[in-house]
């Protein structure tokens, strides 16, 4: 465990390991990440098959289990994880992101909770870091969501036509088409 923490120290970014803790805590599975990563075998095994990495959690020099059977994995192993996780399920990490920020916002604008706007201030380092490591699934992502739009869009237009309000539609479709 001195081994871990020695390392842990060396390589810990407070950046980095916010980020870390947002994914893990996106697994569904983890309630987040302060420096080491200790966790039950079989959740160890289900979360390393997710995030689609070959080998064993603990095959990490310095990991080691404990006499109860718990893996301790250094903070590179679970940089790792994190990394290859967001990469897997960009999605999970994303709206867990999303979900956290948009609270943020909506509280930091109730009377008396403007912190909750300072605090989103300074996880925005971590949530922009996690969202690199979910890499261009975002920007897949927002196209679809922008398809799935413009295919609801296209269904209105086609109800107003059907319903006789051709002005109404024809404007809606210049709209979309951005004149």
Do not use: C
């Amino acid at each position: 465990m001195t081994a871990i923490k020695d390392a842990t120290d060396r390589d810990y970014d407070s950046v980095v390991a916010d980020a870390i803790s947002e994914v893990l805590t996106a697994t569904g599975e983890e309630g987040g990440f302060i420096s080491t990563w200790s966790l039950d075998p079989d959740k160890a095994r289900r979360l390393w098959d997710r995030a689609g990495l070959e080998g064993e959690p603990d095959d990490h020099p310095l990991a080691f289990i404990d006499r109860k059977g718990v893996p301790h994995v250094p903070y590179e192993t679970t940089l790792s994880f994190a990394q290859a996780f967001a990469a897997a399920e960009p999605e999970s990490v994303l709206l867990h992101i999303q979900e956290w920020e948009d609270r943020l916002r909506a509280e930091g604008y109730e009377p008396g909770n403007r912190h909750s706007h300072e605090f989103l201030r300074t996880k925005r380092p971590a949530h922009v870091l996690a969202r690199q490591w979910a890499g261009r699934a975002e920007v897949t992502m927002l196209q679809e969501e922008n398809d799935r739009l413009r295919r609801l869009v296209h269904q209105a237009i086609l109800a107003l036509t059907h319903a006789g309000d051709e002005s109404a539609a024809r404007r809606i479709g210049r709209g979309l088409r951005g004149r």
